[in-house]
């Protein structure tokens, strides 16, 4: 199973939205609604985003949005604020024996 | 509060093993799937293993056939059995409690434990 395909880094001004693309296939990001989003700052654990696509875990602010299309999901940061960079990685259930699958990971940085 | 604490990290040699737990509190542990995700150092993360609440097992092809998921429900533990280590293999380990529905997402994770394969 290979790792979704994410850009290795994203860049915006403060204010500005960025986009975050995660491609995978029918097997994993096309086939279901279970894509994941996940926050991590250096050294510390990550914390979950986005879950089955579009959902906020309550306490997620609302600038953080998810998206999907065929076998590419997206996540939007809207408002980019300083706080916000760090790391995303999407995750996917995939229809391998393996149960679930990870992105490439994506750095952001705040300008 | 969910918290989940990783233990059994440390230095092994390549073809050695370790056993990793992760002891859970804050919720009722014996009602949800659990899983071990790793991150090798400066690299992304990479989901390892998953049990779920009936026992049963999956595994990255990474490790299957090395490594072995398990619980005891009665101590509020998970473990993760690392056999014939490779160097390959070094990376924070991190606990981690699914959503409700396994496929859903991690919604919480332990602070993570640190394994070394080196000679």
């Known amino acids: 199973q290979s790792a979704l395909t994410q850009p290795a880094s994203v860049s915006g001004s403060p204010g500005q939205s960025i986009t975050i693309s995660c491609t995978g296939t029918?097997?994993?990001?096309?086939?279901?609604?279970?894509v994941s989003w996940y926050q991590q700052h250096p050294g510390k654990a990550p914390k979950l985003m986005i879950y089955e696509v579009n959902y906020r875990p309550s306490g997620v602010s609302n600038r953080f949005s998810g998206s999907k299309s065929g076998n590419t999901a997206s996540l939007t940061i809207s408002g980019l604020q300083a706080e916000d960079e760090a790391d995303y990685y999407c995750s996917s259930y995939t229809s391998s024996s393996t149960l679930c699958v990870f992105g490439t990971g994506t750095k952001v940085t705040v300008l | 509060e969910v918290q989940l604490l990783e233990s059994g990290g440390g230095l092994d040699q390549p073809g050695g093993s370790l056993r990793l737990s992760c002891a859970a509190s804050?919720?009722?542990?014996?009602?949800?799937?659990m899983s071990w995700v790793r991150q090798a150092p400066g690299k992304g993360l990479e989901w390892v293993s998953l049990?779920?609440?009936?026992?049963?097992?999956y595994y990255a092809d990474s490790v299957k056939g090395r490594f072995t998921i398990s619980r005891d429900n009665s101590k509020n533990t998970l473990y993760l059995q690392m056999n014939s280590l490779r160097v390959e293999d070094t990376a924070v380990y991190y606990c981690?409690?699914?959503?409700?529905?396994?496929?859903?997402?991690?919604?919480?994770w332990g602070q993570g434990t640190l394994v070394t394969v080196s000679s």
């Open positions: 049990i779920t609440n009936s026992g049963n097992t």
């Open positions: 804050g919720f009722t542990f014996s009602s949800y799937a």
């Open positions: 981690a409690k699914p959503k409700d529905d396994v496929a859903a997402g991690i919604d919480y």
């Open positions: 029918s097997s994993d990001v096309g086939g279901y609604k279970y």
